[in-house]
């Protein structure tokens, strides 16, 4: 019986072997993804046994299993220009992609780590992508992506989704390409890309650094000349545009790729001006050759690093110190980093025209890294080793003295902006000596500054301290304080009504330019401006008192008044009538402008004229002051700044007699006299303004009082007033003439009989004096001048 058993079990496995034969399709070992093996269970003890003897089975411990992703859709979407395969995971995930060289056809590799999928095989047949294929692989996802031709490709990441990019071929030009036999590649070879090549003169050496995507193999060699390097990467292909280099400053010429993409090789060759010793060594992905420089070129040359320059990038996967070796290579900064950078999560981003300090922050403190700039280096760690590290460096110790609050007020608030900066490690304390109000710090020297600038920006009357007090980011709303003290403009209290315009023109001004939330004050003792507000509001109010805050030209004004004999008048040298005047000048009183001066005149009349070139006006002056035919009133002088008004005057004191009869009943009347004093002022005012072509205009304002006859009887004398108006356009150092103004006067004549009025004691016979009327003239000579500096 045992033997019929055993009979009938063989041939029913038998059977069943027969049919999975005849079932299972014919498949090629080229499609199939190598899958970990699975351990067979050996049947042969079950099948001896007679019967089956029930035993307590023990449960099986919990198998220690952690949460992984599953892809859940693996599909292709057809593009105008390209195919995209997409695999949608459940959550986000790691990957790396990878191209796989033929044969037996090109494949991309996508391994996405911790996540399961299910094994199929995705039929396409669109652009070059024939198919798509999925197993797991441990707790890996490999995706296989089969193309009919070799395409270049991207990979990108959008939330759960891993996006492959291939670009659809020009099917026509594969046609009329001439097929070339591909030089047979070791099996399960890679081929890798050279995504950038830099050069930078380092001091002693001139480093060429060329950046792969992997581990690349290369040989480098020298040509019998000495004048030129060959660096040949195997199995590579370039994807660097500029295909060449050249670095300023070195010995190293120009750099230049091509490619064997047959053979499969990248050749790089360095020409160099003369034969230098040179060094290769790898670093990761990166190849430097170090270049020897010549005793000339040792020196470093100087550069200026911003850390606010623009800079653009696009890595995939990419090292943390990987990336900040290609940024120093674009900004010229060197980066210290801690050990623990090394360890970083591999980095994908793009940036198109970013200021270095934005990509630095947003790669950085995900990772819970942060920078620190000292003396030109970035030093990358965490806060902690940053710290750590700050700590062992030599300190210093300032003071600060406040401009306008207690040294107690001011540390607390400092300690609150101290407490918030995430790297700033300062020790803050108020000197607590009697009648020493003072702040003392201790830190090191680039911090212990960052913390005077903040007691700057926090020591001023009603100001306010922003979180930011370097720099302002208007689109990130940062708020912020700044001074901003003006060097040209006086915001003392206003001495003029000009001066009154001018500043409510600019509070205006800045009232339209600031954010509804922004503040700012005005600090009239430093003549400086305090704004609270966000950074595109600094920048636009900045723009408008740089503009304004500039140095005016001055201009000196010298008058002259003297009353000349009328008769005298006509020999000055003035050219009448030949002044400049605007389109449109007003003149007030009794004025005549351009009037001649006509000898024994009425007077009452003003005239303008410039001086004649040629005449020496003050010696002529001085002569007819000696024979009393000349008298100087006064001679001011004034300098003004240009559009600014400047005021002259002067006055004559004229006394008289004032009689008062006092009546009495019991004696005669008395008879007093007393006498008073009179002010007969005469004003220049003028407003002058430099022209663009250095002449310079002016506004003349000139005011007369005179006395028009003796005072008869009681009371003062009569006088009258004058007043002109009017525009002058003068040249440079060019006299300016206002005349016409003309009165009368009693002189004093000694008159005599020539030589016998000169004996003595008989000469009194023959001389004699009296008292002579003389009409005489004010004039105004007015000459303005540009201020050179």
């Not at 620190?372 to 710290?387: F, M, N």
């Not at 979180?467 to 304080?481: A, C, I, N, P, V």
């Amino acid at each position: 019986m045992k033997i019929i058993k055993r009979v009938m079990v063989s041939a029913f496995t038998a059977a069943v072997l027969l049919s999975f034969s005849v079932i299972l399709p014919a498949f090629d070992d080229s499609d199939f993804i190598s899958i970990a093996p699975v351990e067979k269970q050996d049947s042969g003890d079950v099948l001896k046994a007679d019967t089956v003897v029930e035993k307590p089975v023990k449960p099986p411990a919990a198998p220690k299993t952690k949460e992984i992703a599953n892809a859940d859709r693996v599909f292709a979407v057809e593009l105008n220009d390209r195919i995209e395969v997409r695999i949608v995971a459940s959550q986000k995930v790691k990957y790396k992609a990878t191209e796989l060289a033929p044969p037996p056809s090109p494949r991309i590799l996508v391994q996405l780590s911790e996540c399961a999928v299910k094994t199929s095989t995705i039929n396409v047949g669109k652009g070059s992508v024939r198919a798509i294929r999925t197993a797991p692989h441990g707790d890996t996802a490999w995706v296989v992506i089969d193309l009919t031709e070799k395409s270049r490709w991207k990979a990108r990441e959008e939330g759960t989704i891993v996006i492959i990019e291939i670009p659809k071929q020009a099917g026509a030009a594969r046609a009329e390409a001439k097929p070339v036999e591909a030089r047979p590649v070791p099996p399960g070879s890679l081929l890798y890309r050279v995504v950038d090549v830099a050069g930078r003169n380092i001091g002693k050496k001139t480093r060429v650094i060329v950046t792969a995507d992997g581990p690349v193999k290369y040989r480098l060699r020298k040509d019998s000349g000495g004048k030129a390097l060959s660096l040949s990467i195997m199995d590579a292909v370039s994807t660097w545009k500029e295909g060449s280099l050249t670095i300023q400053d070195s010995p190293v010429d120009k750099v230049t790729i091509s490619e064997d993409s047959r053979n499969k090789v990248v050749e790089l060759k360095i020409a160099l001006t003369e034969n230098t010793p040179y060094t290769v060594t790898r670093d990761q992905n990166q190849i430097l050759v170090d270049i020897d420089n010549p005793v000339d070129m040792g020196k470093l040359p100087k550069r200026k690093l911003d850390l606010y320059q623009k800079i653009s990038l696009n890595v995939q996967s990419a090292t943390l110190p990987g990336l900040l070796r290609l940024i120093s290579t674009q900004t010229g900064f060197e980066f210290s980093v801690s050990p623990s950078v090394a360890a970083a999560s591999p980095v994908t981003i793009r940036y198109d025209d970013q200021t270095l300090e934005r990509v630095l922050r947003e790669i950085l403190i995900p990772g819970g890294f942060y920078y620190e700039v000292s003396d030109g280096i970035i030093k990358i760690g965490t806060v902690a080793e940053l710290k750590a590290a700050k700590n062992l460096r030599p300190k210093v110790t300032k003071f600060y003295y406040p401009k306008s609050m207690k040294a107690d007020n001011l540390v607390s608030l400092a300690e609150v902006q101290i407490g918030k900066h995430p790297l700033l490690d300062v020790a803050v304390q108020a000197d607590a000596n009697p009648g020493a109000n003072r702040v003392m710090l201790v830190g090191t020297r680039e911090d212990v500054d960052k913390a005077i600038d903040m007691l700057n920006i926090t020591d001023v009357v009603g100001g306010r301290s922003g979180s930011d007090y370097s720099r302002g980011q208007d689109e990130e709303g940062y708020m912020f304080t700044r001074v901003y003290k003006l060097n040209n403009m006086r915001l003392m209290h206003d001495g003029s009504v000009n001066e009154q315009d001018w500043f409510n023109e600019m509070q205006s001004a800045i009232e339209r330019m600031k954010s509804p939330e922004g503040q700012y004050q005005i600090d009239r003792r430093t003549s400086s401006i305090i704004l609270y507000d966000s950074g595109g509001a600094h920048t636009r109010i900045a723009t408008m008192l740089k503009g304004i805050d500039v140095k005016v030209p001055q201009v000196t004004i010298e008058a002259k008044l003297y009353e000349i004999s009328l008769t005298e008048t006509k020999d000055l040298g003035v050219k009448w009538s030949a002044v400049g005047q605007a389109a449109e000048p007003f003149i007030q009183g009794d004025v005549q402008a351009g009037a001649p001066v006509v000898a024994g005149s009425s007077g009452g009349l003003l005239t303008l004229g410039t001086m004649m070139s040629g005449m020496k006006i003050d010696a002529y002056l001085r002569a007819l002051e000696v024979k009393n035919k000349a008298t100087l009133l006064s001679s001011p002088k004034v300098t003004v700044e240009s559009n600014q008004p400047a005021t002259i005057r002067t006055s004559r004191r004229v006394n008289y007699a004032e009689q008062s009869i006092v009546t009495s009943q019991t004696g005669p009347p008395i008879i007093t006299s007393v006498y008073k004093e009179l002010n007969l002022p005469i004003e220049l005012r003028v407003h002058s303004k430099i022209t663009t072509e250095n002449t310079i205009n002016m506004l003349i304002h000139l005011n007369v009082e005179k006395i028009v006859a003796a005072a008869q009887g009681e009371g003062p004398p009569d006088t009258s007033s004058q007043l002109a108006s009017t525009y002058v356009n003068a040249k440079n150092n060019e006299t300016i003439v206002i005349g016409g103004l003309i009165s009368e006067r009693n002189i004093e004549v000694n008159e005599k009989v020539p030589l016998l009025g000169d004996l003595p004691l008989l000469g009194a016979l023959f001389r004699g004096t009296k008292i002579q009327n003389e009409q005489v003239e004010l004039v105004v000579f007015l000459t303005p001048s540009i201020v050179e500096d």
